[in-house]
């Protein structure tokens, strides 16, 4: 690696650090920033291992654009009991209908499209909610909630958009009617 690419770097990262205390952003402002900031430094990094500007450019947008849609989870924290009884129960519906949805659509030949592994349904809200919608991650191939925590979202997902939780990328099913 050379000097000017691990400047870049530790400069988008002491940015980034600097940014994260400023709590007066609105997750707009968020996202501008983070996936302005992200966006500059992948294109800075791909023009220094050798990419065209054109193909640095393109890498920085996308870069910038995928940081930028991550869902902006309010809070996150621990699930009750009822929350994830109802979480596990919304989630098995929607897995079992997908499944059903996906079969047929394969023997019919419409789609092969593979089923996605996590999936993100919305849960009963309680007095700690903190955002519109209150949302756990439902593994389709354990058939489990994964962990016992609950991300509150300023504002839910698009149904059938893949959003990210933390590590998870995971199907948006809201309530999954």
Known sequence: MNTRTI???ACTLTAG?????CAELTPEANALV?????????GVIARDLGASGR???VIGVATGA???????????????ERQRLVAEQ?????????EAKRKRDVAAGKSKKSKSRYIAVDTVKDDKSTGAKSVMIFDTQSQEIVGNNIYDVKEAPA?????KFDTYSAEYVGTGV
Do not use: D
Not at 17 to 21: A, G, Q, R
Not at 68 to 76: D, L, P
Not at 159 to 163: E, I, M, P, T, Y
């Open 7 to 9: 400047k870049t770097t």
């Open 17 to 21: 650090i600097f940014l994260t205390s």
């Open 34 to 42: 983070f996936g302005g900031l992200s966006g500059l430094g992948a």
């Open 55 to 57: 193909e640095s450019a």
């Open 66 to 80: 995928v940081v930028a849609a991550t869902v902006y989870i309010v809070a996150k924290r621990k699930a009750s």
């Open 90 to 98: 919304r989630a098995r519906e929607s897995a079992a209908r997908m």
């Open 159 to 163: 149904k059938g958009s893949v959003a």
